[in-house]
T-cell receptor, first 115, second 115 residues
C-alpha cells in the first residue's frame, strides 16, 4: 500500500518568502506528526495532530510556523517569512494509533533551503 | 527529561564485517518504549524495532539483533555480515514519556559499508 508522501521534495525559498509543505499520511492513520531535521542531527518534534485536532504544538520554533489538518487527513506545514535558520528537512509521520506503542511511519521529507 | 545518546558519529566497515551501534538513554519513567530507525540516502526513516522496557530479552531479526540492558540503560543494535545496502544513518529514539507520542531521537550513527 501507499506510504506517507510529502511534496515538494525540495524547496528553495528566498529569505522572507512564505512556504507551504504538504503531507499525505497513510489512509486511516489517526495520528500525524511533523519533525524538523537539521543537517547531521536527529529529527526534532514540531507538532502533533490526532485526526483534525492539533493536540501539541510545543515544538514549533516560532509563531512563523503554522500547521493544519482540517479534514483529519492531509496536513500542511506553513512557514511565514522564512529565515536561513529554517533550512532543514521537514519530515512528516503518521501512525494508526495514539500511543507510543504504535510505530510512526515516515515520509521522505521536504528539504527546504532558504537563501 | 528523556535523552538518547548515540556516541558513535560514523562507522565504516568492509562488507561481511559485523557492526554494533550503541544507544544509551535516560528516562524518568519506569516503563517506556525504545525504537530504532534506519534512514537510507533517500531520506525516509524506516522503522526497525520497538522494544517495551518490560521485555529484556534480546531480539534477532535476520541479520539484525538488539541487546537491551536495562541495568546500563543501553539498547544496542548489531548488524551481522554487513552488506552495502546497510549503509545508512541509524537512529535510536525514545518517547518523551510513556504515554507521550513525541519521539526524542539520538543524533544518529552513519554506517558506511564498503564493498
Amino acid at each position: 500500500g501507499a506510504g506517507v508522501s510529502q511534496s515538494p521534495r525540495y524547496k528553495v525559498a528566498k529569505r522572507g518568502q512564505d512556504v507551504a509543505l504538504r503531507c499525505d499520511p497513510i489512509s486511516g492513520h489517526v495520528s500525524l506528526f511533523w519533525y524538523q531535521q537539521a543537517l547531521g542531527q536527529g529529527p526534532e518534534f514540531l507538532t502533533y495532530f490526532q485526526n483534525e485536532a492539533q493536540l501539541d504544538k510545543s515544538g514549533l520554533p516560532s509563531d512563523r510556523f503554522f500547521a493544519e489538518r482540517p479534514e483529519g487527513s492531509v496536513s500542511t506545514l506553513k512557514i511565514q517569512r522564512t529565515q536561513q535558520e529554517d533550512s532543514a528537512v521537514y519530515l512528516c509521520a503518521s501512525s494508526p494509533g495514539t500511543t507510543p506503542s504504535y510505530e510512526q511511519y515516515f515520509g521522505p521529507g521536504t528539504r527546504l533551503t532558504v537563501t | 527529561a528523556q535523552k538518547v545518546t548515540q556516541a558513535q558519529t560514523e562507522i565504516s566497515v568492509v562488507e561481511k564485517e559485523d557492526v554494533t551501534l550503541d544507544c544509551v538513554y535516560e528516562t524518568r519513567d519506569t516503563t517506556y518504549y525504545l525504537f530504532w530507525y534506519k534512514q537510507p540516502p533517500s531520506g525516509e526513516l524506516v522503522f526497525l524495532i520497538r522494544r517495551n522496557s518490560f521485555d529484556e530479552q534480546n531480539e534477532i531479526s535476520g541479520r539484525y539483533s538488539w541487546n537491551f540492558q536495562k541495568s546500563t540503560s543501553s539498547f544496542n543494535f548489531t548488524i551481522t555480515a554487513s552488506q552495502v545496502v546497510d549503509s545508512a544513518v541509524y537512529f535510536c529514539a525514545l518517547p518523551s514519556s510513556f504515554n507521550d507520542y513525541k519521539l526524542s531521537f539520538g543524533a544518529g550513527t552513519t554506517v558506511t559499508v564498503r564493498a
